[in-house]
Nanobody, 124 residues
């Protein structure tokens, strides 16, 4: 059974950095599309960033230039490196994965596997 387990959430001041981890088990994820979504209180879950192969990364406009998605395929782990954090980045962050790259990568329906989420709070 495929499992995604996030870690690394917490409280950080605006302008600071935080790195989330998503460890995958049950498959070899090196060829999977792996990404992050987030959900703020009272809002829909929204796309943040996705990585596929060694050359394809897509970003939400709101995080471009601040967030990156390093991968360690040997460890079946993907990270979300968040820099220059803003209070509006406060949300529960979810790791997502799918065996296939899909053109509608911003849609939740494009991902088969999900983690349980980890809270990120950015104070002003």
């Amino acid at each position: 059974q495929v499992q995604l387990v996030e870690s690394g959430g917490g409280l950080v001041q605006a302008g600071g950095s935080l790195r989330l981890s998503c460890a995958a088990s049950g498959r070899t994820f090196s060829t999977y599309a792996m990404g992050w979504f987030r959900q703020a209180p009272g809002k829909e879950r929204e796309f943040v960033i996705v990585s596929w192969s060694s050359s394809t990364t897509k970003y939400a406009d709101s995080v471009k230039g601040r967030f990156t998605i390093p991968r360690d395929n040997a460890k079946n782990t993907v990270y979300l490196q968040m820099d220059s954090l803003k209070p509006e980045d406060t949300a529960v962050y979810f790791c997502a994965a799918d065996p296939h790259w899909r053109s509608n990568y911003q849609s939740r329906s494009s991902y088969q596997y999900w983690g349980q989420g980890t809270q990120v709070t950015v104070s002003s």
